[in-house]
């Protein structure tokens, strides 16, 4: 059964779903985000292209203007086409993710149907309309809006290429897995730690063998590709290979260094480089680099330095920040909103209990598991922000369906995934 024909029969609640979640998003930021602010770095970024100076970031204020690839260019753009075009961008920008986060309904609506059954699929559409953290992210000038529909639609391909790894699609299949998952990458870098996640699933099920070794490379050649055009352009910019993005030196330093607390604050009101000490203040003022490699390499270099002289305190704020991962982060605004809150902890419960009944009907797929280790991972060492546990979320949304609709709607699983195998 095709996808299209999967999704036809239940049409007509996806379309009361689609537009419900954007109504409630549309509502959500006529409250909260109405305002005409371009704020973040992608929109600075968007303002130096449409005033013609390409690509480019002056390292909030702190050097001439130059090119960056601080982020991926597929958000940035997105937001440079409606400062070109509009007289009040922001609004539109706001109205144009919500209506684009929206879309997720349906990929989470097929994707419920797979995991288990109709109702499933429902209560899956329904949860990412209106689950407040979703609804929220449209408000902001952040690229999680548009990633969130991408990655759900790929979780479904995943699933559906992972059914068919010993058939002869297994390799177009997966090679169009990781073109997406390069076109993912290209809006927010964090998209690569779905394709290590996605390899080390299929090893860790299947073992290391030739049927299993070919659709992995020609995922991993699918990336590449897709990403290469990015890469070719930081190479050539910078004189120096830059797959992706850089800052990762700096916000390695932000998590690290005399003072840190793990986070990029101090509290909710104060970021970190506000309670510097200012012997060390006037030692980072003083020997600033004037580019975005060379200030890259400076932080990074200060941060191993810290780790370095004092490996019990970096042990300690990286246990701090794991713990901020799968709890709350004292130093955010957002850890005093009861709505987050009381969000994240339906969350656990749910998402713990959806793990224990696909366990026990021996359903349970290790990608609910590695696809939060390995952000973890990367993000233990840095700093931790609550949207850098967005997949954390995703995975758990996508557990929490299956408890409702077994245990209240009494739903009976379907084997959705071997029937649209055909």
Known sequence: MKINQFIKKDKNILVVVFLSALLFRVAIFIVLAWDSGLHFENAQIAQYIIQGQGYAWDWYGQIPPQPTAILPPIYTYFLAFFLAFFNDPARWIYIS?????????????????????????IVAAATFAFFPEIAFGPTKMVSEPLLIPLIIFILVLYLKAKNSLYTGNAGKCFFRLGCLLGLAALVKASAFFILISFGLGIIISNGVKRPVFKPLLLMAIGFCIVISPWSIRNTIVFNKFVPMRTMYGFNLWRGNHPGATGTPRINPTTPVEAALDSEYKEYIEKNHPLTELG?????????????????????????KRALYFFTFDPTHPLTRNIVYIAGHLFLLWFGFWGALIMKKNRMFDNIFILIPLVSLLFYMPVVILPRYRLFLTLMLMLLSTIPIATVFLKSKRFDYLNQTAE
């Not at 919500?98 to 997720?104: D, E, K, P, Q, T």
């Not at 200030?295 to 330095?305: N, P, S, T």
């Not at 810290?306 to 246990?319: D, H, Y």
């Open 97 to 121: 993710q919500a209506v684009l986060n929206s879309i997720v309904i349906i990929p989470a609506f097929y994707l419920g149907k797979l995991l288990w059954d109709r109702k499933t699929g």
């Open 295 to 319: 200030i890259d390499a400076f932080y990074r270099d200060e941060a191993i330095k810290f780790i370095k002289a004092n490996p019990g305190e970096f042990v300690r704020l990286t246990l």
